[in-house]
């Protein structure tokens, strides 16, 4: 039935976030015909949520920052387990990227000289993220986006169509990673061919034929019951990096956001933004104590106020004083919030206060928060500038994602598949600093759209080719939702079909409560259990009504995804018997010195699978243990001895 | 309060026709209108289509009317009505429809093509760029559009005569001329680009009768009327309206 | 259920073969028409009026008072008014109320206001009634065509309300006289007079073109430090520019009716001083 459209692609670009512009802006400027492919409209992406902003030392406030001291800041608060070339890179290159937007019609918060400002966050030794108020990632998303609109005005102007060189495939959704197959049939040797995508408008199916896929999908928080991620946060481009024969890496790594809304339900998990705390908000309990002194831990003691005064005196004079721990990196900040409730000095809602009201005037609340003054005005009735908000942790962001190389962006083991931003691990290590998301964004989409169009130059005429076999199989899988009623063969015979939604409902259930903010070993037994009873429920997911923007389909399809991460973070979890950043284990509760150097990977069991005949038990997942290459010599000299004693193990000290 | 069944009127259709049909459906404390949108997808709708993203008024994509008035569904609140009341969910009218509650709205991409873009100062190179905050103050206010679309369903330009499409790019993209020309690096003169003169002769500026609607939809409280269409007004005034403004130029050219 | 799948009417507007098929115009269940309603009948009052006091010629002068409708008074018919604003321009051929020469300024002032546009494109021409309220005009051109693309010369009208602000506030100032024209004098008249130039200057520098003037067309205000602070007071009243518009309105209605009053007789301005 391959009768499919077909159109043919240098790179692809799979998502239009912050990273998948950016690779596209950089694949079309070095040559290559790009497209892009995107879940929702052109300029809807995630990163619009982003609030904080960009973290790149451009030392604009502060003269004593530099690349060195934001390496250290990262090394830091991922605990070490970070790709260290990759946050060398990120690092170095950070302040370019920032700079580049101006060039592009970026407009971000001045200094006094005329400079780009930069503010105080979590983890960051100095006033460091380059931000639009509280709207920097919307500031970020809508600059890519006129920048993709001025490089196809351009386009317009030499060949006559705005679409020659670089196209937008805005509400489709790609399923499918295609591969050439090799004359042994085996998947080794492989190369990436294209993809394949539906337009959600029509559900009408087409294959877009390239060398380079870019994955810039964003993160899994969908697959949570609590999160601030959009619907379009269900792991696709972990899945099909998986799928396609890509190991994805330290997955158990999900950071819980510390302040998310808790109050009304049905806005529980919305991100209130860390400049809230950046800008003097304070973390009280029921008792109206600023509890977070109490939860300084050992690593981070001499970087962080002992007292009240000395924390608030830090806003004004931080040379000689030190922050308070309100701006700890947020899986500390979100374990105290944690630790708090449980105790039963929680907020009324089941959360703690949050407080700026007292601390700011509140015509200066209303001009540098201005996004949050509103969204707690309109959805909770809330006026932060006369009480406090109520918050508690929310699943956020997640660490772990497809292994990549760090110099190319260029996923392990698939030649021609490459990811960036949030789908990629290892930038981050155990746990993400605030900002630096928006800068990894623009450093590795960068990277990765460079790679992938140098990549996609090397072949002339022989192109890898689409197998068509490969099509029909997936066509049949996107549609077989509708099918889903008739009776099956074997063991499913007769049994009515399972609501999308109601399984979708279930699985963020047990991730949030079995493998959520802390974590015990039985738990998540457990969660692997329940896991693979979804699986086979949601072999039956049925849908009712047409392909056409039919969201009940569009849900069924996106359960695969969800599924096979969601069994990625379960297991890795399990497998790590340590805490370390965005893993708290309550069974093993301290870092290990020797889990540093190990890194998790997932692979598919059976990559060449529909993923049907997958057993319950042993699950669709292989967990494998690697050890990390040693950190450069120079780089590790930027540390204090003292310091790296508590996270390196003995052997590499010697080294 | 607690939770009570809620009435709606919800349009369903496509193209080809379609009609309002009633639900009866649960509403909990402190919800939103797409909570109950969602709520009936995944109790008695599974194939309602409707477009969403981040439920917090931050994305604009789930734009709708609302009880006859363009809104973000995800911004309005349920207590704003009376229990007793009949809500009515209908799909932007200004826009051809998709599906249910979701219209075409590549009206909108095409405008935005259509405006030319920021044109960086040949003489400043990345990390140059000085501004005041001050200067760009006006520019950000506009930046902080959420391209919900509402302005531009609701603006009688267009949502009362197809026809004036062609010519008119809708309050939006008016706005992002403006803050382009009020841009303080913005180079286009430079490129013999006159952005004041384009927006009367190019995007249809003198078709608003600045009746002020857009402004009143804002889900962002940006003042579009005020701010940024009124402005570019007088400014194309300034280039097409004003013999002393048009003779100084001259003179002014002149000198230097 | 569906209320809408009879056939569209093809009409341009919202039941356009391609938008979805709903019969009613609009869906709105609050008050929409009141405010254009309540807009169109405050108006109407004014027109009413003013037209009458307009063309009556009479009653418009009670020394010290001269009424704003006939300020400056530029006939031979003018009556006299010591020291006042009375200048003999047109001379005798000038049959018809003097109020006519000088009103066509605040007239065409006003008829050109950003807001007044608003206000009568709604109110009376119901383009838009309300927001997403259909109007009923088969065609829209807006202000590209003559004669709406003269709304552009607001800015000359701007520079002539200044001149007769200016006129009227030596009016208020000669209002401190009493009917013998002797300086050291406030009767009520003066204190409608005071309220009356003061929101009329508020009206008149609140004025979008004036805002653009004093230094909204610059593209760098941290190189014009004065005029950016002139901008962004004129700001702070542009944001009220309804509220002055109105008031503004009807205290120069209440100050020419308070002149007729004190000069038809019916009515005796009660001294303070």
């Given at each position: 039935?391959?009768?499919?459209?077909?159109?043919?692609?240098?790179?692809?670009?799979?998502?239009?976030?912050?990273?998948?512009?950016?690779?596209?802006?950089?694949?079309?400027?070095?040559?290559?015909?790009?497209?892009?492919?995107?879940?929702?409209?052109?300029?809807?992406a995630?990163?619009?949520?982003?609030?904080?902003?960009?973290?790149?030392?451009?030392?604009?406030?502060?003269?004593?920052?530099?690349?060195?001291?934001?390496?250290?800041?990262?090394?830091?608060?991922?605990k070490?387990?970070?790709?260290?070339?990759?946050?060398?890179?990120?690092?170095?290159?950070?302040?370019?990227?920032?700079?580049?937007l101006?060039?592009?019609?970026?407009?971000?918060d001045r200094t006094?000289?005329?400079?780009?400002?930069?503010?105080?966050?979590?983890?960051?030794?100095?006033?460091?993220?380059?931000?639009v108020?509280?709207?920097?990632g919307?500031?970020?998303?809508?600059?890519?986006?006129?920048?993709?609109?001025?490089?196809?005005?351009?386009?317009?102007?030499e060949?006559?169509?705005?679409?020659?060189?670089?196209?937008?495939?805005?509400?489709c959704?790609?399923?499918?990673?295609?591969?050439?197959?090799?004359h042994?049939?085996?998947?080794?040797?492989?190369?990436v061919?294209?993809?394949?995508?539906?337009?959600?408008?029509?559900?009408?199916?087409?294959?877009?034929?390239?060398?380079?896929?870019?994955?810039?999908?964003?993160?899994?928080?969908?697959?949570?019951?609590?999160?601030?991620?959009?619907?379009?946060?269900t792991?696709?481009?972990?899945?099909?990096?998986?799928?396609?024969?890509?190991?994805?890496?330290?997955m158990?790594?999900?950071?819980?956001?510390?302040?998310?809304m808790?109050w009304?339900p049905?806005?529980?998990?919305?991100?209130?933004?860390e400049s809230?705390r950046?800008?003097?908000?304070?973390?009280?309990?029921?008792?109206?104590?600023?509890?977070?002194?109490?939860?300084?831990?050992?690593?981070?003691k001499?970087?962080?106020?002992?007292?009240?005064?000395?924390?608030?005196?830090?806003y004004?004079?931080?040379d000689?004083n030190?922050?308070?721990?309100?701006?700890?990196?947020?899986?500390?900040?979100?374990?105290?919030?944690?630790s708090?409730?449980?105790?039963?000095?929680?907020?009324?809602?089941?959360?703690?206060?949050?407080?700026?009201?007292?601390?700011?005037?509140?015509?200066?609340?209303?001009?540098?928060?201005?996004?949050?003054?509103?969204q707690?005005?309109?959805?909770a009735?809330?006026?932060?500038?006369?009480?406090?908000?109520?918050?508690?942790?929310?699943?956020?962001y997640?660490?772990?994602?497809?292994?990549?190389?760090?110099?190319?962006?260029?996923?392990?083991g698939?030649p021609?598949?490459?990811?960036?931003?949030?789908?990629?691990?290892?930038?981050?290590?155990?746990?993400?600093?605030g900002?630096?998301?928006?800068?990894?964004?623009?450093?590795?989409?960068?990277?990765?759209?460079?790679?992938?169009?140098?990549?996609?130059?090397?072949?002339?005429e022989?192109?890898?080719?689409?197998?068509?076999?490969?099509?029909?199989?997936?066509?049949?899988?996107?549609?077989?939702p509708?099918?889903?009623?008739?009776?099956?063969?074997?063991e499913e015979?007769?049994?009515?079909?399972?609501?999308?939604?109601?399984?979708?409902?279930?699985?963020?259930?047990?991730?949030?409560?079995?493998?959520?903010?802390?974590r015990?070993?039985g738990?998540?037994?457990?969660?692997?259990?329940?896991?693979?009873?979804?699986?086979v429920?949601?072999?039956?997911?049925?849908?009712?009504?047409?392909?056409q923007?039919?969201?009940?389909?569009?849900?069924?399809?996106?359960l695969r995804?969800?599924?096979?991460?969601?069994?990625?973070?379960?297991r890795?979890?399990?497998?790590?018997?340590?805490?370390?950043?965005?893993?708290?284990r309550?069974?093993?509760?301290?870092?290990?010195?020797?889990?540093?150097r190990?890194?998790?990977?997932?692979?598919?069991?059976?990559?060449?699978?529909?993923?049907?005949?997958?057993?319950?038990?042993?699950?669709?997942?292989?967990?494998?243990?690697?050890?990390?290459e040693?950190?450069?010599?120079?780089?590790l000299?930027?540390?204090?001895?003292?310091?790296?004693?508590?996270?390196?193990?003995?052997?590499e000290?010697?080294? | 309060?607690?939770?009570?069944e809620?009435?709606?009127?919800?349009?369903?259709?496509d193209?080809?026709?379609g009609?309002?049909?009633?639900?009866?459906?649960?509403?909990?404390?402190?919800?939103?209108?797409?909570?109950?949108?969602?709520?009936l997808?995944?109790?008695?709708?599974p194939?309602?289509?409707?477009?969403?993203n981040?439920?917090?008024?931050?994305?604009?994509?789930?734009?709708?009317?609302?009880?006859?008035r363009?809104?973000?569904?995800?911004?309005?609140?349920?207590?704003?009505?009376?229990?007793?009341?009949?809500?009515?969910?209908?799909?932007?009218?200004a826009f051809?429809?998709?599906?249910?509650?979701?219209?075409?709205?590549?009206?909108?991409?095409?405008k935005?093509?259509?405006?030319?873009?920021?044109?960086?100062?040949?003489?400043?190179?990345?990390?140059?760029?000085?501004?005041q905050?001050?200067?760009?103050?006006?520019?950000?206010?506009?930046?902080?559009?959420?391209?919900?679309?509402?302005?531009q369903?609701?603006?009688?330009?267009?949502?009362?005569?197809?026809?004036?499409?062609?010519?008119?790019?809708?309050?939006?993209?008016?706005?992002?001329?403006?803050?382009?020309?009020?841009?303080?690096?913005?180079?286009?003169?430079?490129s013999?680009?006159?952005?004041?003169?384009?927006?009367?002769?190019?995007?249809?500026?003198?078709?608003?009768?600045?009746t002020?609607?857009?402004?009143?939809?804002?889900?962002?409280?940006?003042?579009?009327?005020?701010?940024?269409?009124i402005?570019?007004?007088?400014?194309a005034?300034?280039?097409?309206?004003?013999?002393?403004?048009?003779l100084?130029?001259k003179?002014?050219?002149?000198?230097? | 259920?569906?209320?809408?799948?009879?056939?569209?009417?093809n009409?341009?507007?919202?039941?356009?073969?391609?938008?979805?098929?709903?019969?009613?115009?609009?869906?709105?269940?609050?008050?929409?028409w009141?405010?254009?309603?309540?807009?169109?009948a405050?108006?109407?009052?004014?027109?009413?009026y003013?037209?009458?006091?307009?063309?009556?010629?009479?009653?418009y002068?009670a020394?010290?008072?001269?009424?704003?409708?006939?300020?400056?008074?530029?006939a031979?018919?003018?009556?006299?008014?010591?020291?006042?604003?009375?200048?003999?321009?047109?001379?005798s051929?000038?049959?018809?109320?003097?109020?006519?020469?000088i009103l066509?300024?605040?007239?065409?002032?006003?008829?050109?206001?950003y807001?007044?546009?608003?206000?009568?494109?709604?109110?009376?021409?119901?383009s838009?009634?309300?927001?997403?309220?259909?109007?009923?005009?088969?065609?829209y051109?807006?202000?590209?065509?003559?004669?709406l693309i003269?709304?552009?010369?607001?800015?000359?009208f701007?520079?002539?309300?200044?001149?007769?602000?200016?006129?009227?506030?030596y009016?208020?100032?000669?209002?401190?006289?009493?009917?013998?024209?002797?300086?050291?004098?406030?009767?009520?008249g003066?204190?409608?007079?005071?309220?009356?130039?003061?929101?009329?200057?508020?009206?008149?520098?609140?004025?979008?073109?004036?805002?653009?003037?004093v230094?909204?067309?610059?593209?760098?205000f941290?190189?014009?430090?004065?005029?950016?602070?002139?901008w962004?007071?004129?700001g702070?009243?542009?944001?009220?520019?309804?509220?002055?518009?109105?008031?503004?309105?009807?205290?120069?209605?209440?100050?020419?009716?308070?002149?007729?009053?004190?000069?038809?007789?019916?009515?005796?301005?009660?001294?303070?001083?």
């Open positions: 039935m391959s009768v499919v459209d077909r159109q043919e692609w240098d790179v692809v670009v799979v998502g239009a976030g912050g990273a998948g512009l950016r690779a596209a802006i950089e694949a079309r400027e070095r040559g290559a015909r790009t497209a892009v492919i995107c879940k929702s409209l052109f300029g809807k995630h990163t619009v949520m982003a609030e904080g902003g960009i973290a790149a030392a451009m030392a604009n406030v502060n003269e004593h920052d530099n690349w060195q001291v934001h390496f250290r800041d990262t090394m830091r608060g991922g070490f387990l970070n790709q260290w070339r990759m946050a060398e890179l990120h690092a170095q290159e950070a302040p370019d990227r920032v700079w580049e101006e060039t592009w019609g970026a407009l971000f006094k000289d005329g400079r780009i400002s930069q503010r105080n966050f979590g983890g960051h030794e100095y006033p460091r993220l380059a931000h108020g509280d709207r920097t919307l500031e970020l998303i809508r600059t890519l986006q006129q920048k993709i609109v001025s490089l196809q005005q351009e386009d317009m102007k060949t006559g169509d705005y679409e020659s060189r670089l196209k937008v495939y805005q509400e959704t790609v399923t499918r990673i295609l591969k050439t197959v090799s042994s049939g085996s998947a080794a040797g492989s190369r061919s294209g993809a394949f995508c539906y337009e959600r408008e029509s559900g009408r199916f087409f294959v877009l034929e390239a060398p380079s896929v870019v994955i810039a999908t964003g993160g899994i928080g969908k697959s949570f019951k609590v999160t601030s991620n959009s619907w379009e946060y792991g696709d481009g972990h899945a099909l990096a998986l799928l396609a024969g890509a190991p994805l890496l330290n158990e790594f999900v950071q819980f956001h510390p302040t998310g808790v009304p049905s806005v529980k998990g919305i991100l209130v933004t809230v950046g800008d003097g908000g304070v973390l009280r309990n029921s008792d109206g104590k600023r509890f977070m002194f109490e939860y300084i831990p050992d690593v981070f001499e970087k962080y106020a002992q007292s009240e005064e000395e924390g608030d005196r830090w004004e004079d931080p000689n030190r922050r308070p721990p309100e701006l700890l990196p947020r899986d500390e900040v979100a374990r105290a919030i944690n708090e409730v449980k105790a039963g000095r929680g907020s009324p809602h089941g959360g703690v206060f949050l407080d700026v009201s007292t601390r700011m005037p509140a015509e200066v609340i209303r001009r540098r928060l201005p996004s949050m003054y509103h707690f005005k309109e959805l009735d809330v006026d932060i500038t006369a009480e406090s908000m109520e918050v508690g942790p929310t699943c956020h997640v660490m772990g994602g497809i292994a990549v190389e760090s110099d190319t962006a260029a996923a392990r698939v021609g598949l490459f990811a960036a931003g949030e789908v990629a691990g290892g930038m981050h290590g155990s746990n993400r600093l900002g630096n998301s928006l800068s990894d964004l623009l450093v590795f989409g960068r990277r990765a759209g460079l790679h992938a169009a140098e990549y996609a130059a090397g072949f002339a022989d192109r890898p080719a689409v197998d068509d076999i490969q099509v029909d199989t997936a066509a049949a899988e996107a549609l077989r509708f099918s889903a009623e008739g009776p099956e063969p074997g015979n007769g049994r009515p079909p399972e609501n999308p939604y109601t399984l979708h409902q279930e699985l963020q259930q047990t991730m949030n409560d079995l493998v959520g903010i802390i015990r070993g738990e998540m037994e457990q969660a692997l259990e329940k896991l693979a009873d979804l699986r429920r949601a072999r039956r997911a049925g849908v009712e009504g047409h392909r923007f039919n969201p009940g389909w569009h849900l069924a399809l996106d995804n969800m599924l096979l991460v969601s069994e990625c973070v379960a890795a979890a399990l497998e790590r018997t340590e805490s370390r950043g965005g893993h708290t309550e069974d093993h509760p301290t870092m290990d010195r020797a889990w540093r190990i890194n998790l990977l997932c692979r598919l069991t059976d990559p060449t699978g529909g993923l049907a005949a997958t057993d319950p038990v042993a699950g669709q997942i292989d967990l494998a243990r690697e050890t990390t040693p950190i450069r010599s120079d780089l000299a930027l540390f204090e001895k003292e310091e790296l004693v508590k996270y390196l193990a003995e052997e000290l010697y080294e | 309060m607690s939770s009570y809620a009435r709606f009127k919800v349009w369903r259709g193209a080809e026709g009609g309002l049909e009633d639900f009866k459906v649960e509403v909990n404390e402190g919800e939103v209108v797409l909570d109950i949108i969602h709520r997808q995944a109790t008695q709708a194939d309602l289509a409707v477009r969403w981040c439920k917090a008024g931050k994305c604009g994509s789930c734009s709708a009317e609302i009880n006859g363009p809104r973000l569904m995800c911004m309005t609140r349920m207590s704003v009505f009376t229990p007793e009341e009949t809500i009515t969910v209908t799909p932007l009218r051809p429809v998709v599906r249910d509650l979701v219209t075409d709205v590549g009206f909108n991409y095409t935005a093509r259509e405006v030319p873009s920021f044109v960086p100062p040949a003489d400043l190179g990345p990390g140059e760029y000085r501004m905050q001050e200067d760009v103050d006006r520019s950000q206010e506009f930046r902080k559009c959420i391209e919900c679309f509402l302005c369903d609701t603006c009688h330009v267009v949502r009362d005569h197809e026809e004036n499409k062609p010519a008119f790019a809708g309050p939006r993209f008016l706005m992002r001329v403006a803050e382009l020309d009020m841009h303080p690096l913005d180079a286009a003169a430079d013999g680009l006159d952005r004041k003169r384009a927006a009367q002769d190019e995007h249809g500026l003198g078709y608003c009768n600045i002020k609607c857009c402004t009143e939809v804002c889900p962002e409280g940006i003042k579009i009327t005020d701010n940024a269409l402005p570019l007004k007088e400014r005034v300034d280039r097409k309206y004003d013999p002393l403004v048009w100084g130029s003179i002014r050219r002149r000198e230097t | 259920m569906a209320t809408g799948t009879e056939p569209h009417l009409s341009g507007g919202v039941r356009s073969a391609s938008r979805a098929a709903i019969t009613a115009p609009h869906l709105r269940t609050d008050r929409w009141l405010a254009p309603a309540a807009t169109a405050g108006l109407l009052a004014f027109v009413v003013s037209t009458w006091r307009a063309f009556a010629d009479t009653n002068y020394a010290p008072y001269v009424s704003p409708f006939y300020s400056p008074c530029l031979e018919r003018c009556e006299t008014m010591h020291a006042g604003p009375n200048a003999d321009v047109f001379g051929w000038w049959a018809i109320s003097p109020a006519i020469i066509i300024f605040p007239l065409g002032f006003r008829l050109t206001c807001y007044y546009r608003k206000a009568y494109y709604r109110g009376f021409w119901a838009p009634p309300a927001c997403a309220v259909p109007e009923p005009h088969k065609k051109t807006g202000e590209t065509r003559f004669p003269l709304q552009n010369i607001h800015r000359y701007f520079y002539a309300a200044i001149i007769v602000a200016g006129i009227l506030t009016d208020t100032v000669l209002a401190f006289r009493d009917e013998h024209y002797n300086w050291g004098h406030m009767g009520l003066t204190v409608v007079f005071l309220v009356n130039i003061v929101l009329i200057w508020s009206y008149t520098i609140s004025c979008h073109s004036c805002r653009h003037i230094g909204g067309k610059l593209k760098h941290s190189k014009h430090p004065v005029r950016y602070r002139m962004q007071w004129v702070k009243l542009n944001a009220r520019h309804m509220l002055l518009a109105w008031t503004s309105l009807v205290s120069v209605a209440l100050a020419d009716f308070y002149v007729y009053l004190v000069a038809s007789g019916a009515f005796a301005d009660p001294r303070f001083f």
